[in-house]
C-alpha cells in the first residue's frame, strides 16, 4: 500500500502535492474533466450554500438591525424637529395675537384721548369669589390706587394695590366692584355690581318702570370719577320683574375680554387732578354730614 499507518508524513504530503500538480496539469492542457467538475459542482454547491448561509444571515440581520435603529433615530429627530416647529408656530400665533390686541389697545386710546400706558396680565386670581389680576407695572410707573384699567373692547377694573414692579388689579366682576353707568339709548343711571368670576354683571336699584332693554348698551357715566365717561362696560343681557318686588332683576354681559385679554391699558385722565380734588370734596361733605348726625343742631326758641 502507498500510505502504511507508519509512513512518514512528510513523504505523504510530498507524494500528495505531486499527484495534485499532475491532475492539474493534465485538466488544463486536455480538459476532459468539464463533466466530472460539473458531476462535483453539483454535488459540493448545496453544501457550499449550507456553509455560507449562517453568515448572510447574520449579514442580514446585522443589516436589518442597522436599518431598523436609523430609521428609529430618523424617526425620533422628526418628532423633535416637529414638536419644535410645533412649539415655534404656537409662539408666532401668540405673538399675531398680542399684536392684534396692541392694534386694538392703540385704536381705543386715540379713540379715549387720554394718557394711557400698555400693561401685561402676569397672572389671575383663581379664588371663586374675587376677581383680580396681576399686571407687570407699578410704582416705577406711575401706577397708582385707584386707576382705571381697560382693554380694547370695555372696562376691566381699577388698580387696588400697587407694589414697586407689578400691581394688583379688582375687576369688575368682583363682588367689591362697583360702577356707575348709563343706558346709551336712553340715558338711564344706575349702578353695575360684580357677582363673582365667571358671571355677569348685576344692575341694582333700577325700578321696574324704569325703560332697559335686553341688548341696550351700557358706558360709564364717570360720576365715580374714576372711569372715563362714555367708556363700554357690557350688554344688558337680561331684564327680569317680578311681582311685589320694587327693582328689577338685570343682567350684564360685560364688554371687556376679561378671560381672554393679556394687554391692558393703564389710563391717566386728562382731568384727574380735577376729579381727585373732587373727591376729596365728596369725602369732606360725607364727613360733615356724619358729624352732623351725631351732633344735631339744638331747636331754634321761640
Known sequence: MLFRRHSNPGFRFVILLVLSGCLMFYDQKKQQSEHLHSALSAVVAPLQYAISMPFELLAWAQDSFSTHQQLLQENADLKAKLLLQQAQIQKILELEKENRQLRALLKSSSYLGSNVKVAQILAVDVDPYMAQAVIDKGKKYGVFEGQPVIDADGVMGQVIQVGPLTSRVMLITDTRSAVPVQDERTGIRAIAIGTGPQRPLALINVPETADIKVGDRLLTSGLDLRYPVGYPLGI???????????????????????????????????????????????????????????????????
Not at 393703564?266 to 380734588?277: I, T
Request: glycine share 2%; net charge neutral; charged share 20%.
Open 236 to 302: 344688558v343681557k337680561s331684564v327680569n320683574f317680578h311681582s311685589g318686588q320694587l327693582f328689577a332683576t338685570i343682567a350684564i354681559q360685560p364688554a371687556a375680554n376679561l378671560n381672554q385679554s393679556r394687554q391692558v391699558l393703564l389710563m391717566w385722565l386728562p382731568a384727574q387732578a380735577v376729579y381727585s380734588e373732587a373727591k376729596q370734596d365728596l369725602e369732606k361733605m360725607a364727613k360733615e354730614k356724619q358729624e352732623t348726625d351725631k351732633n344735631p343742631l339744638p331747636p331754634m326758641s321761640e
